[in-house]
């Protein structure tokens, strides 16, 4: 996604004084190492103490730091600590090759309109990554998302497997269960969500 200004945004940056803020917010897609399949989605953001809900999703405050750099012939790379408290992320990198290629979407939010979409919105994925499990710490280092390492064409038919991202706009779902295993009739599929409507596979392909 191109980077761009709001015109909401533009006029309130623009005032002397604002009572809005901009919220740096943090997706993290965990991906399994092995299989290369989507597994869960983590959201973050850093706002004070108080949680957020930006497009029908909440987005857990904590505290993370941000630093990028740029340099001639090398890609560029984003380095970010923040806060586990939860342990969830701790948990996702020891199962999954310590959080390696987890896919990481850093982007700002202004509070003045939290239905326009993000501003400065980047993608990476993630270099190399630590663990302080005495402070509850995470560190990774982001790079640049390879194109060589993207599925062309991104979508492909199959008639046992969901290609939407779950509770995104084409999946729909918003209910409270927290995952999905991208199957249809699975023991955790489209039928036990009771969304069979939006599945996003094709179960009329022949199997044969």
């Known amino acids: 996604m191109a980077n761009h200004h709001s015109i909401a945004t533009v006029i309130d940056k623009n005032r002397v004084a604002s009572l809005e803020a901009f919220v740096p917010m943090m997706v993290i897609e965990v991906i399994n190492d092995k299989t290369g399949a989507h597994v869960d989605t983590l959201r973050v953001c850093k706002n004070g103490n108080a949680d957020l809900t930006y497009r029908g999703d909440l987005y857990v405050s904590?505290?993370?730091?941000?630093?990028?750099?740029t340099e001639a012939d090398r890609p560029s790379e984003c380095n970010i600590n923040f806060f586990d408290r939860t342990s969830v992320v701790t948990r996702y990198m020891e199962t999954y090759r310590g959080g390696i290629g987890f896919k990481i979407d850093l982007f700002f939010v202004n509070t003045g309109d939290m239905s326009q979409p993000p501003e400065f919105k980047e993608t990476f994925s993630v270099r190399s990554a630590s663990a302080d499990t005495g402070t509850y710490m995470i560190t990774f280092t982001l790079g640049m998302e390879n194109p060589l390492s993207l599925r062309v064409p991104r979508r492909t038919q199959r008639r046992d497997r969901c290609q939407w991202r779950y509770k995104g706009d084409e999946c729909?779902?918003?209910?409270?269960?927290?995952?999905?295993?991208?199957?249809?009739?699975?023991?955790?599929?489209?039928?036990a969500h009771n969304n069979v409507k939006y599945f996003g596979g094709f179960p009329g392909i022949n199997p044969a």
Do not use: E, H, P, V
């Not at 729909?172 to 039928?191: F, I, V």
């Open 62 to 69: 904590t505290d993370f730091k941000m630093s990028f750099t």
């Open 172 to 191: 729909r779902y918003s209910g409270s269960l927290k995952s999905c295993d991208y199957t249809l009739q699975g023991d955790n599929g489209c039928a």
